[in-house]
């Protein structure tokens, strides 16, 4: 059974950093497209960035310099570090995975998903 746990959320003040994790299990994703996607209250799912199989990265232009996607393919996990951060980053951050190696933008491209973890910034 595939699994994407997400770690690393919590209340930040603006202007400080987080680093969020996915580790997946039940099977590997090395070759595989993973993405972060984010969803504030009454909002719909966003898309946040996204790194290929083969290490390319995509933000969107909301996180573009203040956000970093990473992967780790030993440890089987993506990263997402989050500096600058802003009260509208506010929002439940997910971790996403492709049966695919290119990344996409759209959330219904993805395959699974994690449970969310809560990201809180005060101003």
């Known amino acids: 059974q595939v699994q994407l746990v997400e770690s690393g959320g919590g209340l930040v003040q603006a202007g400080g950093s987080l680093r969020l994790s996915c580790v997946a299990s039940?099977?590997?994703?090395?070759?595989?497209?993973m993405g972060w996607f984010r969803q504030a209250p009454g909002k719909e799912r966003e898309f946040l960035a996204a790194?290929?199989?083969?290490?390319?990265?995509d933000y969107a232009d909301s996180v573009k310099g203040r956000f970093t996607i990473s992967r780790d393919n030993a440890k089987n996990t993506v990263y997402l570090q989050m500096n600058s951060l802003k009260p509208e980053d506010t929002a439940v951050y997910y971790c996403?995975?492709?049966?695919?190696?290119?990344?996409?933008?759209?959330?219904?491209?993805?395959?699974?998903w994690g449970q969310g973890t809560q990201v809180t910034v005060s101003s």
């Open positions: 790194i290929s199989g083969g290490g390319s990265t």
């Open positions: 996403a995975a492709r049966t695919y190696l290119l990344s996409s933008r759209s959330a219904n491209q993805y395959d699974y």
């Open positions: 039940g099977r590997t994703f090395n070759t595989n497209a």
